[in-house]
């Protein structure tokens, strides 16, 4: 069913709607919430068991659909509620929505401008749940912690301004990480702040803006910060910000949009226009690099790292039908295989599997496996330009569209018990 999300339910219906919801979803399958950008464990895989191989001929059916307006936010699900972004008449809107009907729970606007530029526009940061909130970043750095429960705003930061950053080519796009009563993210500076009042905390020097996220490992006993900006890849201390280890990693029209995979003390990064991938590792001091190659370049959209394989879109937007998903070896970069016929899309894993999000928008069920690319299933899903990652949680996928179109559909999956 097609949904407009103009509605707002009274609060009582809300409480009994959320219920059923979650309900709902624990009933269908064992399976994880998705609480922020790239899953629980911020790598791309869902816990989901028990995901058939074949899907009904027909493809699969929308439990339902509904408009959230322009971006390419992905989303967070939460305790059976899903949280979005989109851009509609010059407004930004995080929507709180009921995920086992699409009912709108509640919404948050604020202007902005769309910034369209070379792409559709909107919100491209995803929001971020964290006990009773969620933390979300508009195209120009409006931050907000507001209450999961109804929207209401708890503290709001303006980052060009707290920064003393423009706001970037592409907007801002880095997507908030929670690190015990940190909320960090990436601007132009790597930035902590108070998680429950929005207070500064510390500040990196300014640089040339990524368009990824930071990411966090754990090296002699300390935890640290790794991020991918236009300059390079850095690693700070999660406690201070003081810069670590450097090593220059520049891009043709400054597009470093990817966020670090790590593995141990080995940081692996990517980027599109013929850059390529590298692997980095850190020693304490420096960072000291292992392989650089073009078997990977990532433009935007994240790889995944598998049992030592990294699974990803090899390619760029503006090329999309030379587009390819590529399968390398992450200790060594060599190409282990590639397939043509996605474009420009995105993909996650659950149950030794690849989720893939072909750019126009068909959902693909692939064989996880290094030794070459099976299709198990296919179902067209969504039309227009798809480049925003999916989500997974307690047996249902959500994708959405560049013009704002979002679907749930149900992965067919073996009944399982939520004890």
């Not at 059916?61 to 989109?86: H, K, L, N, P, Q």
């Not at 929207?151 to 970037?168: A, N, S, Y």
């Not at 510390?202 to 930071?214: E, K, P």
Request: hydrophobic share 35%.
């Amino acid at each position: 069913m097609i949904r407009s999300c103009g509605f707002k339910f009274p609060p009582y219906q809300l409480t009994l709607l959320t219920v059923l919801g979650c309900i709902l979803c624990s009933s269908l399958t064992m399976g994880d919430d998705w609480p922020h950008w790239n899953g629980k464990n911020r790598d791309g895989i869902s816990a989901e068991k028990g995901i058939l191989r074949s899907w009904p001929p027909e493809g699969l059916t929308a439990e339902w659909s509904c408009e959230i307006g322009t971006g390419f936010s992905s989303m967070a699900i939460v305790d059976g509620r899903v949280y979005a972004m989109g851009h509609l008449d010059g407004e930004e809107i995080v929507w709180c929505l009921n995920a086992s009907d699409g009912q709108v729970l509640w919404t948050h606007r604020y202007k902005s401008q769309l910034l369209p530029n070379l792409h559709e526009g909107g919100p491209c940061s995803t929001p971020t749940v964290d006990g009773d909130f969620v933390y979300t970043i508009g195209k120009e750095g409006q931050f907000y912690c507001l209450h999961k429960t109804d929207g209401t705003i708890q503290w709001h930061v303006e980052l060009q301004k707290e920064l003393d950053v423009k706001v970037p080519e592409w907007g801002f796009s880095s997507s908030p990480l929670i690190l015990n009563n940190q909320v960090l993210l990436e601007g132009g500076r790597i930035v902590s702040f108070n998680k429950r009042n929005g207070q500064k905390l510390w500040q990196s020097d300014r640089h040339a803006a990524g368009y990824g996220s930071v990411a966090t490992f754990e090296y002699d006993g300390q935890i640290l910060l790794a991020s991918l900006d236009c300059d390079g890849l850095r690693v700070s201390s999660s406690e201070t910000g003081e810069e670590l280890a450097f090593a220059e990693w520049k891009s043709p029209y400054e597009t470093n949009s990817t966020t670090p995979i790590i593995q141990g003390n080995q940081i692996f990064i990517s980027t599109g226009y013929d850059v390529g991938c590298g692997l980095f590792e850190f020693d304490g001091k420096s960072l000291k690099r292992i392989y650089s190659n073009k078997n990977m370049r990532n433009h935007f959209n994240n790889s995944v790292l598998l049992d030592g394989w990294i699974y990803g879109i090899d390619g760029n937007s503006h090329n999309g039908r030379n587009a390819t998903l590529n399968c390398i070896q992450f200790s060594t970069g060599e190409l282990a295989w590639k397939q043509r016929g996605l474009g420009c899309g995105s993909l996650i894993a659950a149950d030794g599997k690849l989720i893939v999000l072909s750019e126009k928008g068909a959902l693909v069920l692939a064989e996880q496996s290094e030794k070459g690319f099976t299709e198990l299933a296919r179902s067209e899903l969504l039309s227009g330009r798809c480049w925003t990652a999916p989500a997974l949680a307690n047996g249902y996928l959500f994708a959405r569209n560049a013009g704002g179109t979002l679907k749930c559909v149900k992965l067919p999956g073996e009944q399982q018990s939520s004890d």
